[in-house]
């Protein structure tokens, strides 16, 4: 797992399931079914003082349209406060 926290673009589908992600100039497709999440639970407690920051959350399993197809799974999020798409996690 590498721990990331950048900024990337994210295609969705007419329902708001993501199909694509650029990371670093790389497309990668999505070739599994995304499973969504939420705030975590520290995050919902900060509720109480804070104005909730981000949106839905997605892991899904991408493969890039490069030479050789990597294939990496990504913890995704959407910060509605910058209003983008921000990577949080990369699995192998």
Known sequence: MTMVEEAVAI??????VPERLVWRGRRFRVTDTPTPFGPTPEEVLGFVTHPPRHGVGW?????????????????????????????????A
Do not use: I
């Open 59 to 91: 892991r899904f399993q991408g493969t890039s349209d490069e030479p050789g197809h990597e294939t990496l799974m990504f913890d995704v999020l959407h910060d509605d406060y910058r209003r983008q798409w921000r990577l949080l996690r990369t699995y």
């Open 11 to 16: 295609w969705l589908s007419p329902d708001g």
